[in-house]
C-alpha cells in the first residue's frame, strides 16, 4: 500500500513539474526594457506575432507564443493593427492586448484658418491613412482639430469625422448666439467665423473683430475685408503669394467684399472653435474699423478720422523696420 502511494505521488510530481514550468513561462514578465510596437496585419495568425517577438528580442522560442496562444483560446481572437507593449508585460499580456483591439493611436492635426484644398493636401500626405478622397468636401466643413486614428484608417473616414466635429461645433455656436444677430442661418454664422479666422489669430481680439463685421451689416456698409479678396482671385486653391495690389480690389467677383454688400456666398477657410465663438458672440462696441498695429494685433477705431490716424501710424511702423 505504501508503495502505491509513493508511486501515485511521484506521477502526480511528475506532471506538476511541466505545468509549473509552462505556468511559469507565460506569465513571466519578457525581455522588454523599453516599449515596442508590432503591427498584426489582416488575416494574421498566432505565427505572425511570434516572428515579431522574436525579432524583436522579446522571446527566444516563438513556439512558445504559438502553444500559448493555442492553449489559452487566443489564436482566433487577434485582431489587425497595431500594439503597443511595455516592460514588465507577460506573453499572456501580450496575447490579451493584441486581442484586446486597442491598437495605437496616431494624430493628426488640421490647423485653423486653412482653406478645405489645404486641409485635403494634409489628410492626402499623411502615408499612415490609406484609400483615396471622394468624400465631398465643401468649404468650411472641416474642423481644425488635433484627431486621433488608427493605422490604415480609410482618408473618408477621417474626413468624414472632421465633418461631424464641425457640424458639432457650428450647431452648438449657433443654439448659443446671441439674440439680434444680422445673421439669418447657421451657414452665415460658418462664412463670419471665416472672415475673423482670416483676419487675426489674437485670442483677445476675435470678439472685437466680429464685432466691427456684425456693426457693418448692421449699418449696411461693405465688409471691406482683404481675406475675401485674397480667395476671390486664389478660390481657395493656393497661397496668393504677395500683398494685394490696389487693383486687386476691383477684381469681379461675389466674395469681394469691397464691391458687394453682405457676407461672401460662401466661407472663406475652416474656422476654428475660437472664431465659432466670436461669431456668436462679438464684442459690445461701436467700431467700424481695424488696422494691424505692427505688434502683431489691431488698432480699432469708431470712425473714419480716427482709423485713418491708425492707418498713418501702422504705414510709420513698417517704414521704421525697413
Same mark, same amino acid.
Not at 522579446?58 to 493593427?81: E, H, I, M, N, Q
Not at 442661418?185 to 481680439?205: N, P
Not at 505692427?294 to 480699432?300: C, E, P, Q, T, Y
Given at each position: 500500500?505504501?508503495?502505491?502511494? *509513493?508511486?501515485g505521488l511521484m506521477v502526480l510530481i511528475a506532471l506538476q513539474i511541466p505545468f509549473s514550468f509552462f505556468n511559469w513561462q507565460v506569465h513571466k514578465p519578457l ?12 488575416? @494574421? ?10 525579432? %524583436? ?40 492586448? *493584441?486581442?484586446?483591439?486597442? *491598437? *495605437? ?7 485653423? @484658418? ?5 486641409? #485635403? ?8 491613412? +490609406? ?10 466643413? #472641416?474642423?481644425?482639430? +488635433? ?39 447657421? %451657414?452665415?454664422? #460658418? ?13 483677445? %481680439? ?21 481675406? +475675401? ?32 454688400? @453682405?457676407?461672401?456666398? +460662401? ?29 502683431? @494685433? ?25
Amino acid at each position: 500500500m505504501r508503495s502505491f502511494l *509513493v508511486k501515485g505521488l511521484m506521477v502526480l510530481i511528475a506532471l506538476q513539474i511541466p505545468f509549473s514550468f509552462f505556468n511559469w513561462q507565460v506569465h513571466k514578465p519578457l525581455s522588454m526594457t523599453s516599449p515596442i510596437v508590432v503591427e498584426m496585419p489582416k488575416g @494574421g495568425n498566432a505565427g505572425v506575432l511570434a516572428k515579431q517577438l522574436k525579432e %524583436e528580442g522579446v522571446v527566444k522560442f516563438p513556439l512558445w507564443v504559438k502553444l500559448t496562444s493555442r492553449a489559452f483560446g487566443y489564436d482566433k481572437k487577434l485582431k489587425a493593427g497595431e500594439y503597443k507593449l511595455l516592460p514588465g508585460m507577460s506573453l499572456l499580456d501580450v496575447l490579451e492586448k *493584441v486581442s484586446s483591439g486597442k *491598437v *495605437v493611436l496616431h494624430r493628426l492635426t488640421l490647423p485653423e @484658418g486653412l482653406t478645405t484644398n489645404q486641409m #485635403l493636401k494634409i489628410i492626402e500626405n499623411n502615408e499612415l491613412l +490609406t484609400g483615396p478622397i471622394t468624400e465631398p468636401v465643401k468649404e468650411g466643413e #472641416l474642423l481644425p482639430e +488635433t484627431y486621433s486614428f488608427h493605422k490604415g484608417e480609410s482618408r473618408n473616414k477621417f474626413i468624414v469625422n472632421a465633418k461631424k466635429a464641425m457640424d458639432k461645433a457650428l450647431n452648438e455656436a449657433w443654439e448659443g448666439r446671441d439674440e439680434d444677430l444680422p445673421l439669418n442661418s447657421q %451657414e452665415e454664422l #460658418l462664412i463670419l467665423a471665416s472672415i475673423i479666422e482670416k483676419e487675426t489669430g489674437v485670442d483677445a %481680439e476675435r470678439q472685437k473683430v466680429a464685432s466691427v463685421f456684425v456693426n457693418r451689416l448692421n449699418k449696411d456698409m461693405l465688409l471691406q475685408t482683404d481675406p +475675401t479678396v485674397i480667395y476671390a482671385i486664389t478660390l481657395g486653391k493656393e497661397d496668393l503669394g504677395r500683398s494685394l495690389k490696389r487693383k486687386d480690389l476691383q477684381v469681379d467677383s461675389p466674395y469681394n467684399t469691397y464691391k458687394n454688400k @453682405g457676407l461672401p456666398p +460662401t466661407p472663406i477657410c475652416n474656422p476654428g472653435l475660437e472664431a465659432l465663438q466670436a461669431a456668436a458672440h462679438p464684442a459690445d462696441t461701436d467700431y467700424l474699423f481695424f488696422v494691424a498695429d505692427g505688434k502683431g @494685433g489691431h488698432n480699432f477705431a469708431k470712425s473714419l478720422d480716427e482709423h485713418n490716424r491708425n492707418v498713418k501710424s501702422w504705414v510709420n511702423s513698417l517704414r521704421k523696420q525697413k
